[in-house]
Each structure stands twice: as C-alpha cells, then as structure tokens.
Nanobody, 125 residues
Framework: QERLVESGGGLVQAGGSLRLSCAAS????????MGWFRQIPGKEREFVAV????????YYADSVKDRFTISRDNAKNTVYLQMNSLKPEDTAVYYC??????????????????WGQGTQVTVSS
C-alpha cells in the first residue's frame, strides 16, 4: 500500500527547533519529488518546501527560507524538514506530499499524487 507517514510534530517555544520526518514506500520515493505543505484551520494549504527526486535542488516559500531545510535520505525512503528559529506563525498542521513537479510551490501542489495524514506543529510565544 502506497502511503506517506509523517512524524515529529509537537509543541515548542518560539525560537526553538523541530524536525519533521515523512516515511514513504519505496515505490513512491523512487519516483517523485517530495515536499511539505502546512495548513491552518479555515485557510488554504500553504506550500513550504520541495526537494527534487535526486535531491539536487530545493525550493522554499519565502516565509521559511533561511530557517527551514528540506532533505531526503533515499536509503531510508524518508524526507525531513528541519525547522529552526520557529515563530508562532509557523503553527499549523504540516503535510508531506509526493508529486511530479518540483519547479515551485504551485506546480508541486498541482502535481501532488500522494499526501500524508498531517502532523501538528504548535509554536508558543
């Protein structure tokens, strides 16, 4: 069964760090770019970061650039999102996704084929 499973969310104080993980089946990981989105209740899902299938390039939303780092471990079929200098406005449910396009947030969202169930990240002030 093809699926994505996120972990690593939780409660952290502003300025702190968290690392999210997303484990995927080998079939997904070997075929798709991987990325992260986040969503606050009542708002649209927001692009965070994407990494190409080969890991050769990454793309970030301006709001997280220089604070968040996306990476992938192809041996473990896992993609990570290292989040540093967290702010209260980073509070959201974070979703992992697998898609065909890694040329930016919009194209990645439109090409997303698989989604995880989401993990809550809460940043207190």
């Amino acid at each position: 069964q093809e699926r994505l499973v996120e972990s690593g969310g939780g409660l952290v104080q502003a300025g702190g760090s968290l690392r999210l993980s997303c484990a995927a089946s080998g079939r997904i990981f070997s075929r798709y770019a991987m990325g992260w989105f986040r969503q606050i209740p009542g708002k649209e899902r927001e692009f965070v970061a994407v990494i190409r299938l080969t890991g050769s390039s990454t793309y970030y939303a301006d709001s997280v650039k220089d604070r968040f780092t996306i990476s992938r471990d192809n041996a473990k079929n896992t993609v990570y999102l290292q989040m540093n200098s967290l702010k209260p406005e980073d509070t959201a449910v974070y979703y992992c996704a697998a898609g065909l396009s890694s040329n930016g947030g919009g194209s990645f969202f439109q090409s997303a084929v698989y989604w995880g169930q989401g993990t809550q990240v809460t940043v207190s002030s």
